[in-house]
């Protein structure tokens, strides 16, 4: 048989599995549907008992609903391609692998979960160490039809006669495939040296290190969904957290997880960690590594403590006939030795009003001594303690803190510059106020970590008192979880049980302490690049990321090293800007080649525009899929009336291209990306690693090169 028809009718072979799984799954969806329906019905049933009954029929709905919704759920998920590998083994025995792991009514395996021990040997086999697998066969679908096969022989002698090979690389058609507005699984594709980082024990603190492009992010996901599949009763509770560097980002990778039927996973940027603020403005890189660094723990505490804007000056209380008056020095002393006591201030009201108290009843007795009487201290306390006048001022004297109004106040730079006394330099306080001043501006990223940090300082705001919500006996439960939201969780949820931080080479120390937080009792995966940090001061982050592990064992470190993304055109040059910043071992090696040079445009100043208009129609007119504008963070705006952004073309600043992709990229203005940030060159370096065929940098000068 010529080529063409062997592979056809191989297709043909493998779309008659798929139709059968696809069937055997309309009949699990629709038991999982009747099974939802039943439990409704004991719901409603339930009623008409007495109490007792009643408890454990709704347990019992609650139950059934809650598994038929998680069932339909992972059933609904929209995969791409159920099912995408199958394993030939030695003695006939065939394994299909999927996304999902579905028996048929004889409880034979239809298709096995990539992440079951079964399925390992279809990433981990190689000639060398086959285990016994003859032949591994990608399947590519679309939705339920078949579209190709490609085959890989493992054990030659082993082929029997009757067994047809087609193909070759699955992986370099998959790399060399183009890119959409979202990032794809790997599934079907996962490397040898990816499947073991994926598997690697839930345990400890695993970092995944390695150049751009080596598939880090791909395989941190794919851990998660792992390790969710693995270990769902120690880590399911909890949940899994994951943090990438900004929403662009976290859209990006938005897809993959779902891809796998697991959308129990909290998926967050750094500007969004903290419930109720989505900050997405990026400081300047002076500011951000002033935000960023351990000192500001420091500046916080001290602001406050420092007396809030606005508190009356001076108390007066009438006690019997007497006006008693503390003075701005009095009240003063009266809050330092409250918060001589530590503690956070919301938490103090109580110490706060005893202290007042005391000091009230030193000015009594010390205007008694004056005339020769003497006080009853206890008495004193007492009744002024139950006066409502003595608790209308101890409210705005000792307010309530929040930590938003905090970081206001230091807006003032006065105020900052107490509160930074012998921290801050004189220009580091005016950069900061002038920051905190503007009120109409919202939050920026490096803000969030401090906010997240006066949260704690500050304590929980004392709660009000609320009425006992009556049950609703006939709410349907059928809502929760079905929305792939995963089980509910309480405000600022602080303690996940695994915890994925992506593109962790940026982390700043106080980046660090606010995710550490939410990590007490977790284990970890950490994701980075060093060659690729745009954070200054790496020692001082180094520190504040193993406070945030803590005493976490084992440590496992993995070294992914070969880049799947650029073609070796595109990352050539790459690695040349970078050349002198960054040791020859810490550099990946490309693997495809495109035979596509990156072009070089020298321009005048004055062709800028224009020459990046016409470079970015070129690329659109060249390549399928994406093509990404970069330019450095301050120009976005003006490049973003240059060029039409729409579903295919989209303008980002250089430090929110970290971890995306495109198929083609135009480059502006390289010289621009090292200068505006301290850690210049990297910068540039991660810019130049977002095309995966393409690249056309246009520059108004060569210092870059
Ligand atoms: N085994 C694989 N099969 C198919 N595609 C892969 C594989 N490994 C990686 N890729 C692809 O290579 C590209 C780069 O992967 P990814 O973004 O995870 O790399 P990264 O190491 O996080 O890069 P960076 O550090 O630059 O952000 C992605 O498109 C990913 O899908």
């Not at 059933?75 to 996304?99: H, M, P, S």
């Not at 697991?262 to 900050?279: I, S």
Request: charged share 30%.
């Amino acid at each position: 048989m010529s080529e063409p028809r062997v592979r056809r009718a191989e297709i043909a072979i493998e779309q008659e599995h798929v139709d059968r799984v696809y069937s055997r799954l309309a009949e699990l969806r629709a038991q999982a549907e009747a099974m939802r329906a039943k439990g409704y019905e004991i719901g409603h049933g339930a009623q008409r008992e007495a109490v007792f009954e009643q408890a454990s029929m709704l347990f019992e709905r609650d139950m059934m609903v809650f598994h038929a919704n998680q069932t339909l759920q992972t059933l609904d998920a929209e995969y791409e391609g159920l099912v995408f590998g199958r394993l030939d083994q030695v003695g006939n025995e065939k394994i299909y692998v999927g996304r999902l792991g579905i028996r048929d009514a004889e409880f034979d395996n239809l298709v096995t979960d990539w992440r079951a021990p079964a399925a390992a040997a279809f990433y981990q086999a190689t000639a060398e160490e086959p285990m016994d697998v003859v032949r591994r066969r990608v399947i590519r679908c679309s939705g339920q039809t078949v579209l190709d096969v490609d085959d890989d022989v493992l054990i030659p002698d082993a082929v029997p006669e009757d067994m047809r090979i087609v193909g070759e690389g699955a992986l370099m058609a998959a790399l060399g495939r183009s890119r959409g507005e979202k990032m794809r699984d790997i599934v079907a594709t996962i490397q040898r040296e990816q499947d073991e980082v994926i598997r690697a024990p839930w345990r400890g603190v695993t970092e995944i290190t390695g150049g751009p492009g080596t598939g880090k992010t791909a395989v941190a996901l794919h851990r998660a969904a792992y390790l969710l599949y693995r270990y769902r009763r120690q880590l399911g509770g909890a949940g899994v957290f994951v943090l990438g560097p900004s929403g662009v980002f976290t859209n990006y990778i938005s897809r993959v997880l779902p891809s796998m039927g697991e959308t129990n996973v909290e998926l967050r940027a750094l500007g969004e960690v903290l419930d109720g603020v989505v900050a997405t403005r990026q400081d300047p890189a002076p500011l951000a590594a002033i935000k960023g660094s351990l000192r500001m723990r420091k500046v916080l505490t001290k602001a406050m403590r420092d007396t809030p804007p606005d508190v009356p000056g001076e108390m007066r209380i009438v006690y019997r006939g007497e006006v008693l008056k503390l003075t701005t020095k009095e009240l003063e002393k009266v809050r330092r030795k409250v918060h001589g006591h530590g503690g956070p201030p919301n938490r103090s009201r109580i110490r706060a009003a005893e202290t007042l108290l005391e000091a009230l009843a030193d000015k009594a007795e010390e205007n008694a001594k004056a005339d020769g009487r003497t006080v009853d201290r206890a008495e004193l306390i007492t009744e002024l303690g139950e006066r409502i006048d003595f608790h209308r001022f101890l409210v705005v004297w000792w307010p309530v803190l929040y930590p938003g109004e905090i970081l206001r106040w230091l807006g003032d730079p006065a105020r900052l510059s107490r509160a930074g006394k012998g921290v801050l330099k004189r220009d580091e306080v005016d950069l900061l106020a002038a920051s905190f001043a503007d009120r109409e501006r919202d939050w920026s990223v490096a803000d969030v970590a401090l906010l997240d940090e006066l949260r704690i300082l500050v304590g929980p705001p004392p709660k009000r008192r609320r009425r006992a919500q009556p049950v609703e006996l006939d709410a349907a439960p059928a809502a929760r979880g079905s929305e792939g939201q995963g089980p509910h969780r309480p405000e600022h949820y602080d303690e996940y049980s695994h915890i994925v931080v992506d593109e962790s080479q940026d982390l700043s120390p106080m980046q660090w302490r606010m995710i550490g937080r939410r990590g007490k009792y977790a284990s970890w995966t950490v994701v980075g690049d060093p060659v690729q940090s745009s954070w200054p001061d790496p020692e001082e982050a180094a520190q504040a990321r193993d406070q945030a592990f803590g005493p976490r064992t084992p440590r496992r470190r993995y070294t992914l090293r070969t880049n799947y993304r650029n073609s070796k055109e595109i990352f050539d040059l790459a690695a040349k800007v970078v050349a002198g910043h960054a040791g020859a071992d810490e550099l990946p090696e490309a693997v495809r080649t495109t035979g596509l040079e990156p072009e070089v445009r020298i321009v005048d100043r004055a062709s800028v525009e224009a020459s990046t208009q016409a470079a970015a129609k070129e690329l659109l007119d060249a390549v399928e899929g994406t093509v990404g504008v970069i330019c450095a963070m301050d120009r976005v705006p003006e490049v973003q009336r240059w060029v039409q952004a729409d579903e295919r073309l989209k303008v980002v600043g250089s430090l929110d291209s970290k971890g995306l992709e495109y198929d083609a990229v135009v480059l502006v203005e390289p010289t621009e990306l090292i200068t505006e940030s301290t850690t210049g060159r990297r910068v540039l370096y991660v810019a130049l690693t977002r095309a995966t065929q393409q690249l056309t940098v246009v520059a108004s000068d060569r210092e870059w090169l």
